[in-house]
C-alpha cells in the first residue's frame, strides 16, 4: 500500500487552498479529484464575488473566516495576477419597510470587523447608478469580484512548484480510520495510507464521511441541495456596481453582479432539490427573475433575461431552517487522529477559501 504524508480529497477551490497551506508547511501533499479536472463543483458555479462579511453571524466561522479571507484573496490576487475588481456593492432597500434593517445590518457588519459600509439616501444612491430604484442603501467599497478559474489555476501551479501532486479522475470510494493514519480505498481500487487526511469533497462530502470507517455517524451531518439558477443580460448593463437586494429568507436575493468583461448576470434563486446533479435553468423561472429585478431596476427590458447556468450550495440546513455556519470538524471535534473534515462550505467559501485552507493546516499541525 502506497503511503502518503497529506491527503486532500477534492480539487474545488477550498481543497486546493488546503493544499497548498499544508505544502507550504513542507508537507508532502497529495490531492484527489474525481473528476477530469479542477473546480468543476460549486467553485465554477457561482457569482465569483468577493464577499466584505457583513451579513454572517458575529464570530461565526463564515464571519471570521470570510474577513480574513478577503483580504488575503485580494493580496494574492495582485501578487499572483490573478484577474479582480473591487468594484464596490449596493445593498438596497426597495420598500419603506427595509430601510431601519439597514442600520442593523450596519451593526452586524462591525462586529465583525467590516467597517467601511456607509448608509445613503434614496438620492445618493442614484448619484452611484442612476437607473437604481430604492429607498436608501447601503454601499459596501470593499466587495468585489475574481476571475475564480485563473484562482484555481495559481493555486494548482503553486502546489505543483512547492512539490505537491493532484490527481484527477480519482475519486475515492471508502476510508478506514486506524490509529496511527488513515487508509483510503479509490474506486479503481487504489489504496493509500495516509496520515492526514482532508475531506474537501464540497457536495459529496457528508457521502464520503460516512464511509469512513471508524469516524461516528453523529460527526456527519445530512446533505442538503439548494440549486441557484443564474440568467444572462442579452444587453449591455447601465451598472458599474454590483447590487444586492435586503437578504431574504433561504439566501441573499436576486442580485446583480458583473464579471471581468462587464457582463451582468443575476442570480441565484433558492430552488430545493433532491440530486447536486439537477444543473439545468428551465427558461420559465425568469419570470419570477424579472419581478424581483425590477424591484430595484424598473427598466430592465422584457426578453432581456437568458438562462445562464446553475450551481448548487452544499448546504447542511435544509428549507425553513436558519443558515448554517461553515462545519470543520478536526481531530478535537470527532477524536480521528489527523482527520479535518469539511461540511457546508457554501458562500463565502470562495472569499474564505485561503483563510480557510491556513485554519485546516492549524488544526493538523498545531504551532507549524
Known amino acids: 500500500m502506497e503511503q502518503v504524508q497529506c491527503v486532500v480529497i477534492g480539487a474545488g477551490v477550498v481543497g486546493l487552498a488546503a493544499a497548498r497551506s499544508l505544502v507550504r508547511r513542507g508537507c508532502e501533499v497529495m490531492v484527489l479529484e474525481a473528476a477530469p479536472t479542477f473546480g468543476t463543483g ?11 462579511g457583513i ?44 430601510v431601519p434593517g439597514l442600520r442593523a445590518i450596519v451593526d452586524r457588519a462591525r462586529c465583525n470587523g467590516v467597517d467601511d459600509l456607509v448608509v445613503l439616501d434614496a438620492t445618493q444612491a442614484r448619484a452611484l447608478e442612476s437607473e437604481l430604484r430604492c429607498e436608501a442603501a447601503i454601499y459596501s467599497p470593499s466587495t468585489g469580484i475574481v476571475d475564480s478559474h485563473a484562482l484555481m489555476l495559481a493555486l494548482y501551479g503553486e502546489i505543483g512548484n512547492a512539490g505537491g501532486m493532484v490527481v484527477f479522475n480519482s475519486p475515492v470510494e471508502q476510508a478506514r480510520c486506524a490509529h496511527s493514519a488513515i487508509e483510503l480505498v479509490a474506486v479503481d481500487g487504489t489504496q493509500l495510507r495516509a496520515t492526514m487526511v482532508v475531506n474537501a469533497a464540497g457536495l459529496h462530502a457528508p457521502a464520503l464521511a ?65 440530486t447536486p446533479d439537477d444543473l439545468t435553468v428551465q427558461a420559465a423561472r425568469a419570470d419570477a427573475f424579472y ?20 450551481g448548487i450550495r452544499p448546504k447542511i440546513d435544509g428549507p425553513g431552517s436558519d443558515a448554517a455556519d461553515f462545519w470543520i470538524a478536526g481531530p478535537a471535534q470527532h477524536g480521528v487522529r489527523g482527520l479535518v473534515n469539511l461540511f457546508g462550505i457554501e458562500s463565502p467559501g470562495l472569499t474564505s477559501a485561503l483563510a480557510i485552507g491556513e485554519h485546516v493546516a492549524r488544526l493538523l499541525l498545531p504551532g507549524v
Open 291 to 310: 419581478a424581483e429585478v425590477r424591484k430595484y431596476w424598473p427598466g430592465l427590458p422584457g426578453g432581456a433575461l437568458m438562462p445562464g447556468y446553475a
Open 210 to 274: 460516512a464511509r469512513f470507517a471508524g469516524l461516528e455517524a453523529s460527526q456527519v451531518p445530512r446533505a442538503y441541495f439548494a440549486k441557484g439558477n443564474y440568467f444572462t443580460l442579452g444587453a449591455r448593463t447601465p451598472f458599474r456596481h454590483l447590487i444586492y437586494p435586503v437578504p431574504q429568507a433561504g439566501g441573499l436575493g436576486v442580485h446583480l453582479t458583473l464579471d471581468l468583461a462587464g457582463q451582468a448576470r443575476f442570480g441565484p434563486d433558492v430552488q430545493w432539490v433532491d
Open 42 to 52: 460549486t467553485s465554477s458555479r457561482n457569482s465569483e464575488v468577493i464577499h466584505a
Open 55 to 98: 451579513y454572517y453571524t458575529a464570530g461565526s466561522l463564515k464571519a471570521r473566516l470570510c474577513v480574513q479571507g478577503r483580504s488575503m484573496l485580494y493580496a494574492y490576487c495582485a501578487e499572483r495576477g490573478v484577474g479582480h475588481r473591487r468594484c464596490g456593492k449596493l445593498l438596497v432597500a426597495t420598500a419603506a419597510d427595509q
